[in-house]
């Protein structure tokens, strides 16, 4: 059996807070527009806007913003002000100024593995936005790679670390995305590491793939080291 | 005298035509919105937003889309009607998906290039626009690796070339940006080779370092392989 060596690591949600920007401007963006559609119909309009424009914008804040605005003008039609589009595109601008707030223990939990694995920082998202929150984090001097990608497909973790002494199978990749973390990253061959966070965005959901070997959850981040220490 | 080992080409007006599609989508702006202001004052004011913002945003399609719809109810307030935020919204999906084109002799110059020296290709831009134009060019298995950054500065190209024999100072820098392809390259300790293209952003333009020993002008890419050949 492989031993571990590397260890990929997911940012948003992960190292630090994300989803909860994304709900909050959501919210916004409803109660903006209650006057054209109730919450829940523009929440449901918002989310077909954003499926639908995936394969253009892929993931990350500018598209969402341009799938809110997008939407807004579908429900509202002419009937909605400029301040709204406005206030639509400043709070996009907010979320992509808003300081990075690292989830518990994971600034220890990071520099504690890099003592002993070479990490790998694995993300989706717009690149300049998630440069400027890894800059932020303080961590960036704890990872071996950076990886910014537009989607995270099995085939994207071969490569992300083929590089590494080990290669794949003695890899393991930790998020708190089933669909984005996991299963591609056991469909490659190496372990799966599901950190659940209590807001997932909904494209991000799957079902745990309960009966792989290389399948793990661990309640935080910081619960990771013993799981790590066993499989090196 | 180092030898050259490594060629780093931009891609934007570079390998394949970009430029104008932001022209054309730019120009229909100004048409879109000629009820409210004459041509010329809203191009100034959406690059104005453009700069602006581009802490922000970063390059790229969606950015500028952005810009647009901000620069739009900034000159036309509560009187921009729905159909032309929609038109702004899909001229930004149709730059998305336009078929890209390649430059004359590009497809030929890259393949001769690849066989005597590892290619890297080095671009700024939305990640997921770029990873598919370069995906339909049929270029990508030229390249021994593909650095899509946020932004072109020295301590990008060190550590672009960093990885490859001969280093930095093996390595030349090729594209049409004198600002971003040219300049960044040569204080980093490269080479770098100017192929002017006929449209540039503004954004883009500077002074050409003539004085520097490592800067050369091509008129096209195809001009490459006499000055590839001396140096290598």
Redesign the interface.
């Known amino acids: 059996m492989s031993k571990l060596k590397t260890i990929g690591l997911d940012a948003d949600d992960t190292l630090w807070h994300n989803e909860q920007f994304f709900r909050l401007t959501q919210q916004r963006f409803a109660e903006l527009l209650n006057d054209h559609a109730d919450q829940q119909a523009l929440i449901d309009r918002l989310e077909a806007a954003e499926r639908r424009?995936l394969g253009?914008?892929?993931f990350g804040v500018?598209?969402f913003?341009?799938s809110m605005?997008?939407t807004a003008?579908e429900v509202?039609?002419?009937q909605?002000?400029?301040s709204v589009?406005?206030e639509l595109?400043e709070s996009?601008?907010e979320m992509?100024?808003h300081p990075i707030e690292l989830l518990p223990g994971v600034a220890e939990t990071v520099a504690e593995l890099a003592e002993s694995h070479a990490l790998v920082l694995i993300t989706k998202g717009?690149?300049?936005?998630q440069?400027r929150k890894l800059a932020q984090s303080g961590l960036g001097e704890m990872f071996r790679a950076v990886e910014?990608?537009?989607?995270k497909t099995p085939d994207i973790y071969a490569r992300a670390f083929a590089g590494f002494d080990g290669g794949v199978e003695g890899a393991m990749m930790v998020g708190n995305s089933l669909k984005s973390d996991v299963l591609p990253a056991l469909e490659a061959g190496a372990w799966g590491v599901h950190v659940p966070h209590e807001l997932t965005w909904s494209f991000e959901a799957a079902t745990p793939p309960v009966d792989h070997d290389r399948f793990h959850v661990v309640p935080g981040l910081p619960d990771l080291a013993p799981l790590v220490q066993r499989l090196s």
């Open positions: 424009n253009h914008y892929g500018k598209g913003v341009l605005i997008e003008v509202g039609g002419d909605v002000p400029a589009i406005n595109l996009g601008r992509l100024r717009d690149l300049l936005d440069e910014i990608v537009s989607d």
